[in-house]
């Protein structure tokens, strides 16, 4: 079973640029979430979304990042325009249901953003 | 906003000797998990632990979800070189939301 991809693994932007991270979930996966990793610490939910809504943004910066899965499947989330404070691993997951914890998140192995 | 306090925050062991992490709450949480990560990936799933007094094994790992349901340990036995990486404990308090500790790095010396 192919795992979560996420594309690019790695960008340098300056600050003030736009970028835009994609995940591609798990075949079958309802939910999936977006998580910020600052170095040095654990990851942070921004948003989380069943199949194509949105079921928690509150800790999503909306007045410069956006996120959107349109058919339920593939999701991006952009930043426009970016800060230095954005430089973090942007990790993608998804699960099989909305259950919370008590379902397995799997994880894909990120995007590593630099903001100069 | 809730918290998960993991400590210790980094641990040097030699290959062989038994390793232990925690992790605390100031409030309830539902579920306990525990995940690694290695460097350049995302955190793996290692344990689940979903009742109070929950006892869970999965080979040389051992994780107990506290009576209080506001803590929980992660032991490693007999520790290798591959165990090297990055342990975040995690939980749900009872929202859907995932919550992370900040994390134990632990290195093993041959």
């Known amino acids: 079973e192919a795992g979560v991809a996420q594309s690019p693994r790695y960008k340098i932007i300056e600050k003030r640029q736009s970028v835009a991270f994609w995940c591609n979930p798990i075949?079958?996966?309802?939910?999936l979430y977006w998580y910020q990793q600052i170095l040095g610490q654990g990851p942070k939910l921004l948003i989380q979304?069943?199949?194509?809504?949105?079921?928690?943004d509150s800790q999503l910066p909306k007045d410069r990042f956006s996120a959107e899965r349109l058919k339920g499947v593939d999701s991006t989330l952009k930043i426009q325009p970016a800060k230095l404070e954005d430089s973090a691993v942007y990790l993608c997951?998804?699960?099989?249901?909305?259950?919370?914890?008590?379902?397995?998140?799997?994880f894909g192995p990120g995007t590593r953003l630099l903001v100069l | 906003g809730q918290q998960l306090n993991q400590s210790p925050q980094s641990m040097f062991i030699q290959e062989g000797e038994d390793v232990s992490m925690n992790c605390t709450s100031s409030?309830?949480?539902?579920?306990w998990l525990w995940y690694k990560q290695d460097p350049g990936e995302g955190p793996v799933l290692l344990i689940a632990?979903?009742?109070?007094?929950e006892l869970t094994s999965n080979g040389r790992l051992t994780a107990q979800f506290g009576i209080t349901r506001k803590d929980s340990f992660l032991n490693i036995s007999a520790s290798i070189p591959s165990d090297v990486g990055i342990y975040f404990c995690a939980g749900t308090p009872g929202t859907d939301k995932l919550i992370f500790g900040t994390g134990t790095r632990l290195q093993v010396f041959p």
């Open positions: 075949s079958g996966h309802a939910t």
């Open positions: 979304f069943q199949n194509n809504g949105v079921v928690d």
């Open positions: 632990l979903y009742k109070a007094g």
């Open positions: 409030s309830i949480f539902n579920t």
């Open positions: 997951a998804s699960s099989f249901s909305t259950s919370g914890g008590e379902e397995t998140q799997y």
